[in-house]
């Protein structure tokens, strides 16, 4: 099945199509520099871009994977969680290309396409399915941190998710109080790899709490306050690697104490991880060490898969037509706050 897939929840426009489980092609194309300047997504800019920018990259796609839009079977979309007006411009157009072609449509849950990227790998890339067991999945991001208890392929149970602040948005709103530019994520990673991540320390907020749901709005609050009370801190490079190295250990340390407690706990022999925090350099070595020592497998999503990405939206909908779902409704409309069970 030739599929076409759109996604366009946040700030990035991109299109895949996808072939039996294999990606033909997947591009994005970002918004970050033009939002970099108000420190954060601006959902009208965003959708205005995503509606410059839907059909040179629909375009694009088309021509990297060498089919025709007569050839499209199949057109998927991302119907949520998002911004509401980014996710519009994708979906419609979406489903106005399924109307005009007279193929099924499928509106695909965000989070639940990062959840199965971790079985999607390789050069090209494609999906392997027939690797896939019961697992815990840790999903995170700028707006989430979501744990995941994955029983079977389609057939998962959210175990918990974050009280307040996602763990991206504490690396960002670190880092603007830092006077990093946005997002500041990756720049925290950069600088902490030559800092000392015991130089400061900082609260785990839920570290020992039994239950799987996470908080980072309490470390947020404690770095402004220690910034406040310790002036001059950030004129010295030294602490400012030390202090980005701190912060980021506090949050590693929380993500991954509570992915292989939920792990054991739930009984099962595998830990996936995904969703656009998942390229942080810390947590992906943190969950392998962790897991190593627990005798767990780990599959982590691709780097180039962990950002929003059609190729996830594609893959996860071909299957799920595979496996027997019906196909949405054209006249269906996105779902911003749309939860996952």
């Not at 759109?6 to 299109?15: L, M, P, Y």
């Not at 997002?183 to 400061?200: H, K, M, S, T």
């Not at 590693?252 to 099962?268: D, H, M, N, P, Y």
Request: proline share 4%; charged share 20%.
């Amino acid at each position: 099945m030739r599929l076409i897939a759109f996604e366009t929840s946040c700030d990035e426009t991109s299109v895949a199509v996808v072939r039996d489980g294999e990606v033909l092609s997947n591009i994005v194309s970002s918004q970050i520099r033009l939002h970099a300047e108000y420190g954060g997504v601006v959902p009208e800019l965003a959708a205005r871009e995503h509606l410059r920018n839907l059909i040179p990259v629909t375009q694009a796609a088309l021509g990297a994977a060498r089919v025709a839009v007569g050839d499209i079977e199949a057109v998927a979309a991302t119907q949520g969680p998002g911004l509401p007006s980014a996710l519009l411009a994708g979906l419609k157009a979406a489903q106005a290309m399924a109307f005009a072609l007279r193929k099924p449509f499928v509106g695909i849950h965000h989070h639940e396409a990062h959840l199965y990227s971790p079985w999607v790998g390789g050069e090209p890339l494609k999906a392997d399915f027939t690797a896939f067991e019961p697992n815990v999945s840790l999903i995170v991001s700028g707006g989430h941190t979501i744990l995941v208890h994955v029983e079977s392929e389609q057939s998962h149970r959210v175990l918990g998710s974050t009280l307040d602040d996602a763990a991206g948005e504490c690396f960002d709103k670190v880092g603007k109080l830092m006077g990093m530019g946005y997002p500041a994520g990756p720049v925290i990673d950069r600088l902490a790899g030559e800092g000392n991540p015991r130089a400061f320390d900082f609260p785990r907020p839920l570290l020992n709490d039994p239950g799987d749901d996470f908080s980072f709005s309490g470390l947020k609050t404690s770095v402004r306050y220690h910034l406040r009370d310790h002036s001059g801190l950030l004129d010295d490079a030294r602490t400012v690697r030390d202090l980005c190295a701190s912060v980021q250990a506090a949050i590693v340390e929380v993500l991954v104490a509570k992915t292989i407690r939920a792990a054991q706990r739930s009984g099962v022999r595998c830990v996936t991880a995904s969703g656009g925090v998942t390229c942080n350099r810390s947590l992906r070595s943190g969950l392998a060490t962790a897991c190593d020592r627990a005798g767990l497998k780990l599959r982590l999503a691709e780097r180039r898969l962990c950002t929003d990405n059609a190729a996830i939206i594609g893959i996860l909908a071909e299957r799920k037509l595979a496996l027997g779902a019906e196909a949405s409704s054209l006249d269906a409309d996105c779902l911003p706050g749309w939860t996952m069970n």
